[in-house]
T-cell receptor
Framework: GAVVSQHPSRVICKSGTSVKIECRSLDFQATTMFWYRQFPKQSLMLMAT?????????EQGVEKDKFLINHASLTLSTLTVTSAHPEDSSFYIC???????????????FGPGTRLTVL | AQSVTQLDSQVPVFEEAPVELRCNYS??????LFWYVQYPNQGLQLLLKYLSGSTLVKGINGFEAEFNKSQTSFHLRKPSVHISDTAEYFCAVRSGSSASKIIFGSGTRLSIRP
């Protein structure tokens, strides 16, 4: 099946630094990717929808200047957490929607997640 | 706007007993429904999905779910659970429009007792 990868899988950084997380669709093209955040023992909350070649659409309450999203190609989206603080520590999961196929339903695949710890 | 409600935050069951995890959705349009499982410190794994057609959907690991439009429910069931089924289970919904996004329920922690 289709695979979505994330890099890095784990990252620890100091407060005030920026961290970039990559999300790649390995064997399909994805004009649309999604970024989710999951705090411990909680559900996945959608942060933003990333569209190739255009600006991301952020969910209410998500700071677009803090969580920079770049979807520069059909297989890569990046999330940059700028000036990270301990409260940004979380599990970040990306998802990519397969644009191929002839049906009206496009499968959406999830990456393995990136655990961010801000000291 | 679409939403998903998982009525039980935790469900403890004994090994080899049957289990049902409840899920209700709210949406004004046609929907796609999903169940995902998340093992500790891991990502999501798709258990099963309902797109259209037969209301009884069979998934991996012996799980199945039934789509009930009149009750707007999509409960997950397994006739006999194993210790290895201990995990967090998420119900999710996506509307049928091309621009739709997957929205997750709050999750149900299934704990299996020997």
């Amino acid at each position: 099946g289709a695979v979505v990868s994330q890099h890095p899988s784990r990252v620890i950084c100091k407060s005030g630094t920026s961290v970039k997380i990559e999300c790649r669709s390995l064997d399909f093209q994805a004009t649309t990717m999604f970024w989710y955040r999951q705090f411990p023992k909680q559900s996945l909350m959608l942060m933003a929808t990333s569209n190739e070649g255009s600006k991301a659409t952020y969910e209410q309450g998500v700071e677009k200047d803090k969580f920079l999203i770049n979807h520069a190609s059909l297989t890569l989206s990046t999330l940059t957490v700028t000036s990270a603080h301990p409260e940004d520590s979380s599990f970040y999961i990306c998802s990519a929607r397969d644009q191929g196929g002839s049906s009206s339903y496009n499968e959406q695949f999830f990456g393995p997640g990136t655990r961010l710890t801000v000291l | 706007a679409q939403s998903v409600t998982q009525l039980d935050s935790q469900v403890p069951v004994f090994e080899e007993a049957p289990v049902e995890l409840r899920c209700n959705y709210s949406s004004s349009v046609s929907v796609y429904l999903f169940w995902y499982v998340q093992y500790p410190n891991q990502g999501l794994q798709l258990l099963l999905k309902y797109l259209s057609g037969s209301t009884l959907v069979k998934g991996i690991n012996g799980f199945e779910a039934e789509f009930n439009k009149s009750q707007t429910s999509f409960h997950l069931r397994k006739p006999s659970v194993h210790i290895s089924d201990t995990a967090e289970y998420f119900c999710a919904v996506r509307s049928g429009s091309s621009a739709s996004k997957i929205i997750f329920g709050s999750g149900t922690r299934l704990s299996i007792r020997p």
